[in-house]
């Protein structure tokens, strides 16, 4: 062997051998290098606690979200974020009630690019029943209460759904339900349906009742008393009300406490159930009352429940001298004792109600700080009419207490009040010995803290004054009212505390120390929840803009501003908090329904029938139809169309509603009608179209300014009187018309007011143009005022003048008569008529009084009064024929029911200047206030 | 197998693992779930990032844990009984500020200054919100045995009971002696009196938990806590 060869083959071998090798051991140490450095290279964040942010990228459902919804994300690029920043972030998102879920992803290290995943949060577009035809769906929607339609849908709640179905089906006497519910998503991500399917009920039917326990009352009266009976399909819910009813049964016979406990016992493969009423009287109780005539009806409700004894009587004997002090008897006393007998209880009260008495003057002594007439009016007394007094006997004894109150609020805290009578015959007066005492006031009021306000602000926002009354629950209002002084500049998370502190005798230094919180800006307007309607029209009532203070009070008229569109069945405005100093405003509207029917049938009644003979068509059907379309094109308009049908009259009438006027803020109608009318003197055809304009003068108050722009085309079919040039059959007069109108109502209710006026002022011109005929000034006045002039008597006057100049036609003069204006007369028969048909021409002049007493009858009937009524005025044909001693003058009483559309009217009416033919008084039958 | 072919499967292998790393590098650094919502209690928000503050604070009672339920599922339903709790009671309960101070420095003591600071930046928080956290856990703790400590009534029976059934057995399992149960009287009613405070108060969270809305999202959310856990 040539070792040379050898040594050669194995230098090359030993050299490939070693070249593999160290290749081999490069890739080792790389890997191991690799494996080393890799988690420090290529992390995957968690020993990263903070990072900045590179990216945002927000996602809704699926897709790349709406900038508003962006903008509630309060991060940007560049900005350091925490695991607990986000996890507040995701806090503040969820709160704002727009999303159902929110994720975040996290890409990247120090440098992170983050990912918002946001699912919107789902409403409830339709509840639906499968499986269930002969169940009231409808009304079972309405009785499951933790899911409604137009609310968020929230997964749990359908199985607190599931579980309140369940017993709303038991109830209505489907047993043993097999409900399974389910979702529906639709196309829109953020609506859902939900499916109830009700496989099935079981109905049982009653084998038997049975009735054990303390069956005092007859079986067979009480079984009488059921609606079911055995052989019925049982209804809880009807066995509920008819254990109501044997409770009533039961509390006739003086056992108020009875308790009735109800077994069932179902039998399945037969379907029956059995029913055991155990019956359980407890005590009964009897009440005597004896020295007066009291009803019972006040002091059983005492004893209903199980109540201590002594209690119970004595709150029946305060309620037999209140009630007893209310009819006059001012010194009534009252003694009252209980005597247990065999399982009854009987309570006995002796009344001795001594003199009846008329209050005939409240009269204060003895006091400084108020007139006489000022405390009368505090305390809301009204000075006497006439044969009438102004309060109540228990009114009068609760009097003490109130100027106690009182004088407590004006700083007087050892105010007494000693009150002694003054009789006169049958009639007392009333003197309160007021000892007012030292007033406690207000030295000096200070406030800490503040820094950004000025104090002279402060002090013009709260109730305390310096030298003013010192009243320690006022200055607990006054921290509110500085609150809300903060809030309503934009501050928030100003903390308020009072401290009071007596500096000398009767004088005090009242100090509010106030923290002061950050004072916010709005950065941004966030709109959400709007389908339909555009983000302009709601913009438009947003009283704040990007860039504002946050200021509560604009915030808060805001909202109304919004409810006030009439669009929408929920409003809410939250702020968002970004970064310190500022928020998102975000308005969140559910958009309410869109499309109204009614449909209405009532009667007219425009003829009187006539006294004593047979009624002759006085009271005729009418029906009316009215559909309406709402947020028209999400403009927040509103389109509707009504017809009215009686044998009378025909009327159909278009509108379109908007909230605004090119831009500004003015309610306006446009409207167009076509109308037929019989009249007593004529029947015509009238067809227009008008545009009005209602602006409220005075924020906040009930003073309104309207505005009309009318045209009119009409043509008497009809004529009772004779033609002229103006008053013509058949051929059409048009008139084009301007009016203002001044409405100014302060009642306290528009259909049964009691208090309150109203006025108002229409002007009219009526002007020839667009080839019309008009040329007319019309003005018409009203005015109504409403006294109470004691507890349920109310007394009313009106008055109307009108006055009109130019061509008139008959449909646009005035007309007086019948049960709405003057009711000495039949309809529209007030003033001239026409010499040869003897029916009523109109006027151009017209004046009408009315003036109203009514007052309650039966005391137990609480909506039906009389009424005394004296009318009087006139019609003249020309104003140059007006004449104040020519009036008509018509007496009258009769009786109302009232309803919540106004009263129901039963009158008789006397005229005294009717001719002698027509002396006979006038039967009216109406509904509403004759004004 | 020859030495050539010996090699390159010894080189292949190796080229493997280093693929692997670089791509895994890169795998483990795309967008990963970090937060969102691990339960709603009515309608009011459990993030995972509370859930990992109070798992990793240890602001949870660890003698209710579940045997078969994992550590975070423990805590998540340790969470939403104090949420429930709160809700219940309202705002009517207070901590005094020494008790939450002395909570305070008992954790600084477990954990140690360092740890401890290390754990605040790991989620970006400072005392001040870890106090919150605690105050929340103390108060439900308190509302707790407030509301049952005082109403539980310890029978000779429950004495005798947990002496036989719990007592012995554990200090055989420990080989440790056994003492005479008036020895440690006060032991044995103190664990009896904590072990029904805790079954009356378990009734009373059933009741308010059947009457909540609670839904649980912590599933979404597994891979990145259990990653969390190694």
Redesign the interface.
């Given at each position: 062997m040539n070792w040379e060869g050898l040594v050669l083959m194995s230098r090359s071998t030993g050299v490939s051998e070693l070249s593999?090798h160290s290749?081999?051991s490069v890739?080792?140490f790389?890997?191991v290098l690799?494996?080393l450095v890799?988690p420090f290279?290529?992390?995957?964040?968690?020993s990263y606690?903070?990072w900045s942010i590179s990216h945002i990228d927000v996602q809704l459902d699926g897709k790349t979200a709406p900038s508003e919804i962006t903008e509630l994300i309060p991060i940007t690029t560049g900005e350091v974020?925490?695991?607990?920043?986000?996890?507040r972030i995701?806090?503040e998102l969820?709160d704002t009630g727009l999303f159902s879920?929110?994720?975040?992803?996290?890409?990247?290290?120090e440098q992170a690019?983050l990912?918002f995943i946001l699912k919107s949060q789902p409403y409830v577009r339709n509840i639906m029943f499968r499986g269930s035809d002969n169940l009231p769906t409808n009304k079972i929607k309405k009785e499951i209460t933790v899911l409604k339609e137009r609310e968020p849908f929230?997964?749990?709640?359908l199985i607190?759904a599931n579980k309140e179905l369940e017993e709303i089906l038991k109830q209505k006497g489907k047993f043993d339900p097999i409900i399974n519910s389910y979702v529906r998503p639709s196309d829109d991500p953020s609506l859902l349906d939900v499916v109830f399917n009700i496989q099935t009920t079981n109905e049982y039917i009653i084998r038997n009742i049975r009735i054990k326990g303390d069956v005092i009352v007859p079986d067979s009266r009480l079984r009488k008393k059921m609606t079911l009976q055995e052989g019925n399909s049982y209804i809880r819910s009807t066995l509920e009300k008819d254990i109501e009813k044997l409770k009533e049964l039961f509390s006739e016979e003086g056992y108020q406490r009875v308790e009735i406990q109800v077994n069932e016992d179902f039998s399945h493969p037969e379907n029956v159930v059995s029913l055991v009423l155990n019956i359980k009287a407890h005590e009964k109780i009897e009440i005597e009352v004896s020295g007066a005539d009291v009803p019972l009806s006040l002091l059983k409700p005492i004893w209903e429940a199980n109540v201590f004894l002594e209690w119970g009587v004595d709150q029946g004997k305060a309620k037999i001298i209140r009630y007893l002090q209310k009819k006059g008897y001012l010194f009534a006393n009252v003694r009252g004792s209980v005597v247990r007998e065999e399982n009854t209880i009987k309570i006995l009260y002796r009344v001795f109600p001594g003199e009846k008495y008329k209050i005939n003057d409240i009269v204060f002594k003895k006091i400084d700080y108020f007139t006489p007439e000022q405390l009368k009016s505090e305390l809301a007394i009204r000075e006497n009419a006439p044969l009438l007094s102004n309060i109540t006997g228990d009114e009068l004894f609760e009097l003490p207490s109130e100027i106690e109150s009182l004088y407590e609020t004006r700083g007087f805290p050892q105010v007494r009040i000693t009150t002694n009578f003054r009789k006169m015959g049958n009639r007392v007066d009333a003197v309160f010995f007021i000892e007012e005492g030292v007033q406690n006031k207000v030295e000096k009021i200070s406030f800490q803290g503040v820094k950004e306000l000025k104090p002279k602000d402060l002090l013009q926002s709260i109730e305390t004054s310096e030298g003013g009354p010192f009243y320690q629950p006022m200055v607990q209002r006054d921290v509110e009212n500085l609150e809300n002084h903060y809030l309503n500049r934009g501050y928030r998370g100003t903390e308020i505390y009072s401290s009071s502190e007596e500096t000398g005798e009767h004088s005090y230094y009242v100090a509010f120390e106030v923290t002061e919180g950050e004072r916010v800006l709005i950065k941004n307007i966030v709109i959400a929840g709007n389908k339909i309607t555009r983000r302009n029209t709601i913009l438009r009532e947003v009283l704040l803009q990007p860039g504002d203070y946050a200021r509560y009070d604009e915030i808060r008229a805001t909202k109304r501003r919004l409810e006030n569109l009439g669009i929408f069945s929920k409003v809410e405005i939250e702020e968002v908090s970004l970064e310190p100093g500022s928020r998102n405003l975000l308005i969140n509207v559910r958009e309410g329904k869109r499309n109204y029917v009614s449909l209405g049938v009532g009667l007219e009644t425009k003829n009187e029938p006539r006294s004593f003979q047979a009624w002759d068509s006085i009271i005729r059907p009418r029906g009316t139809v009215e559909l309406i379309r709402g947020n028209i094109f999400g403009t927040g308009a509103h389109l509707s169309a009504v017809g009215q049908l009686s044998l009378k009259e025909k009327r159909g009438v278009v509108s379109w509603e908007q909230p605004y006027l090119f831009g500004i803020p003015v309610d306006t109608y446009l409207n167009a009608w076509l109308e037929r009318e019989s009249r007593k003197s004529y029947g015509f055809d009238r067809r227009g179209i008008s545009l009005s304009a209602i602006k409220p003068l005075v924020r906040d108050e009930n003073k309104l300014f309207m505005m009309t722009l009318r045209f009119a085309r009409t043509s008497l079919f009809e004529l009772k009187i004779s033609e002229s040039e103006v008053d013509r059959q058949f051929f059409p007069f048009s008139a084009t018309s301007i009016s203002g109108s001044l409405i100014w109502d302060q009642r306290d209710d528009s259909f049964n007011p009691e208090t309150g006026y109203f006025a108002s002022a229409v002007l009219e011109w009526a002007y020839p143009l667009f080839h019309a005929e008009s040329d007319y000034l019309k003005l018409f006045t009203k005015y109504q005022q409403f006294l109470r002039i004691m507890p349920k008597v109310t007394f009313s006057f009106t008055s109307r003048l009108g006055l009109g100049k130019g061509r008139m036609p008959i449909h646009e003069r005035f007309f007086a008569g019948g049960s709405n204006s003057y009711r000495g007369t039949p309809f529209d028969e007030l003033g001239p008529k026409d010499p040869v048909s003897l029916q009523p021409v109109g006027g151009k002049a017209l004046f009408l009084m009315n003036f109203e007493l009514w007052f309650p009858v039966i005391s137990y009937l609480k909506d039906l009064y009389g009424a005394v009524f004296y009318d009087k005025g006139n019609l003249f044909y020309k104003r140059s024929l007006f004449d104040l001693m020519d009036l008509q003058d018509t007496l009258g009483f009769g009786l109302r029911y009232t309803t919540p559309l106004g009263p129901l009217r039963l009158e008789l009416a006397w005229n005294f200047d009717a001719p002698s033919d027509k002396k006979q008084p006038l039967v009216i039958v109406a509904i509403g206030h004759v004004f | 197998m020859n030495k050539k072919a010996k090699?390159a499967f010894?080189?292949g292998t190796?080229?493997s693992?280093?693929v692997f790393?670089?791509l895994?590098?890169?795998v483990?650094?795309?967008?990963?779930?970090?937060?969102?919502?691990a339960a709603?209690v009515n309608?009011e928000?459990i993030?995972?990032?509370?859930l990992?503050?109070v798992k990793s604070f240890g602001l949870y009672d660890s003698q209710r844990r579940s045997q078969s339920a994992s550590l975070i599922r423990s805590v998540l339903e340790e969470l939403i009984n104090q949420k429930l709790v709160q809700q219940f009671t309202g705002e009517n309960v207070e901590m005094s500020k020494e008790q939450i101070d002395r909570f305070m420095a008992d954790l600084e003591v477990r954990f140690g200054k360092q740890e401890l600071k290390e754990k605040l930046?790991?989620?970006?928080?400072n005392r001040v919100?870890l106090r919150e956290y605690c105050t929340d856990f103390l108060v439900y703790k308190k509302i707790i045995s407030e509301r049952f400590s005082r109403s539980v009534v310890i029978s000779l029976r429950d004495l005798e009971e947990h002496y036989q059934m719990v007592y012995i057995p554990e200090q055989k399992a420990k080989q440790e002696p056994v003492k005479q149960m008036m020895d440690i009287l006060p032991e044995i009613e103190a664990a009896v009196q904590e072990k029904n405070t805790r079954e009356q108060a378990d009734e009373w969270m059933n009741n308010l938990r059947n009457k909540?809305?609670?839904?649980i999202?912590l599933h979404?959310y597994m891979d990145f806590l259990d990653?969390?856990e190694q």
């Open positions: 593999q290749h081999f890739l080792v790389l890997a690799l494996f890799n290279l290529f992390s995957n964040g968690l606690s903070q974020l925490s695991y607990h920043k986000i996890s995701i806090k969820y879920d929110i994720q975040v992803e996290k890409d990247g290290d690019s990912t929230y997964e749990g709640k607190q | 090699r010894q080189c190796v080229y693992w280093v790393f670089i895994g590098s890169f483990s650094s795309f967008a990963q779930r970090i937060d969102g919502i709603l309608q928000v993030t995972v990032t509370d990992r503050i930046d790991e989620f970006g928080i919100v909540a809305d609670i839904q999202r979404e990653h969390d």
